[in-house]
């Protein structure tokens, strides 16, 4: 019966692909943004570790207003935080300023110069793809040595090889002893495009009290991360004399944190959106039913015969609902594979990344069937309750 009427039958469900296309292709961005600030966050900031810094994150003017005065982290600070906790297994200071770096002819202004102290070795944030990391004893002395960011050395040096060349970062040569590895951008900006140094030849270089010291902490083991953070408050509190009833006057965040942030501020939004496109699952719904609604009428003949020859009520309410919830299932996955095939088409002409995941895929399906059966149940039921002998009688 279906094929019969194929053209009305796909006109039938064209409200419900439509719909899932949508439901899938915006779930899918959702959660492939969702993943991607996740992997953003944790590459940045570390699964483990949590940083202090002179101000917290703040979301209104008024907290702006109130941090704006937070004295600078110091490296007194880093020694009270390492003092003071028994759950740390390494504090690390870094800081970051912008600088033009040249080799030859070559130059790529803008790059993040980031100087820090010996414990940084012990975060996985800092890596190498070639080459090696700068060692302790190097950043204890001052040498002119640095690791380059993935971009700044393909700028600067194409397919030569970077190792032991030297590169000018402001005044001063340094020897690139290490390429970092390819991090790719977030939100459009390139988190390769930095050159990390030691802390005292940044300070040479752009002041001996730099302006964004952070501190970067690590716990001894994962499960003290809660517990490394309250020591490490207590010590900056107590290395600034702060009193009792003072507030923090420096911030402190993980990657849990930024988080939790972010899924605060998105998942209305999220929700809204989706619940919006989901709408367009009952306006299908409502056409499958008066379609549904139009078929028993036209085949009243039909069901009146079944009913004659001894066909139950429930015999025709499951034609009825078998044909529903078929077409409107039908609908659900042809709507799923446009709306991860939409997914993808944005994903690749946009910096929105895109991620489809099984339980969409089955939700998308089964709230089809469940569509279906839900708005072919009137269809059914009217249909079921036909008096044979009047159905004959009106044909």
Known sequence: AIWASNLRSFMTVLGNIVAVTSVIAVVSLVQGMNAYVSDTIVSGVGADNFTIQRMPVVRTEADEERV????????????????????????????????????????????????????????????????RLISPAEVDSSRPVTVLGWEVADKLFGPVDPLDKMVKIGPLHH?????????????????????????????????????????????????????????????????????????????????DTLLGIYQTATAGIFAVLIGVVSMSLVVGGIVIMNIMLMVVSERTREIGLRKALGARRRDIMYQILTESVTLSTFGGVVGTLLGAGLAQIIASVSPLPAAVQVWSVVMGIGITALVGLFFGMYPAMRAARLDPIEALRRE
């Open 68 to 131: 704006r005065n937070n004295p600078r982290v110091t490296l007194r600070d880093a020694d009270a935080v390492r003092r003071y906790s028994e759950n740390i297994g390494a504090v690390a200071a870094q800081s970051g300023a912008n600088a033009s770096l040249s080799f030859g002819n070559e130059t790529v202004d803008g790059v993040q110069i980031r100087g820090v102290t010996r414990d940084y070795i012990h975060f996985s944030t800092f890596d190498v793809e070639r080459g």
């Open 175 to 255: 020897r690139v002893v290490g390429i970092s590895k390819k991090k790719g951008s977030a939100f459009g900006n390139s988190q390769d495009n930095f050159a990390v140094i030691p802390f005292g030849t940044f300070r040479k270089m752009f002041g001996a009290r730099p302006f964004g010291l952070s501190l970067l902490v690590r716990p001894k083991t994962p499960e003290v991360t809660r517990a490394a953070m309250d020591e490490a408050t207590v010590a900056m509190r107590i290395e600034r004399r702060l009193r009792p009833s003072e507030p923090d006057n420096f911030g402190m965040f993980s990657s």
